[in-house]
């Protein structure tokens, strides 16, 4: 699967032992949490490496990966940020999304990991109809506290993770 990473010949023969061991790590562990679906767990690594190689380009949607607690769906956002830079990510609970009319931290990021998609003891859908427009829409409006909404060209990505499979 190392193709699905981008790497050209030259690259891959430049990376050390130990460098290749890494990506072979990041491969397993992306394989593993797309339940072994080889052609799922590439188009991820096409998402990502799209992220890191073309960073404030937009993508219209998003990957929602499920799983169980503890099963390493946050590393893909840490990776994201050793690889971009952590200026870079933007980690977001979902009530940020529900609760704040506030949108300043939908600016200067590449990536946004939204951290679990479902919320407890609400509508389970209020956070997905809040989230639609910022992954889909050419065009966000960015309302920091204490300023007054500017539309802005919209350049973050996003991945979801969540442990509920509804």
């Known amino acids: 699967m190392t193709d699905a990473l981008v ?24 394989m593993a949490l797309c339940g072994g679906r080889e052609d799922v767990a590439g188009h991820l690594l096409d998402y990502l490496a799209f992220c890191v190689q073309r960073p404030g380009r937009k993508i219209r949607y998003s990957p929602v990966i499920v799983g169980v607690e503890g099963d390493g769906k946050t590393a893909i956002g840490e990776l994201l940020a050793r690889v971009m830079g952590e200026v870079n990510i933007k980690v977001l609970e979902p009530r940020i999304l529900t609760e704040s009319p506030f949108t300043g931290w939908a600016r200067n990021a590449c990536v946004c990991v939204v951290e679990e998609l479902r919320m407890q003891g609400r509508n389970r859908h209020e956070a997905l109809n809040a989230l639609k427009p910022l992954v889909s829409n050419a065009t966000v409006a960015i309302h920091a506290k204490g300023f007054d909404p500017i539309d802005a060209p919209n350049v973050m990505n996003f991945i979801a993770l969540t442990n509920f499979k509804d």
Do not use: M, P, Q, Y
């Open 7 to 30: 790497l050209t010949a030259k690259a891959w023969e430049s990376l050390t032992a130990a460098g290749k061991a890494a990506v072979a790590t990041v491969e397993r562990h992306i």
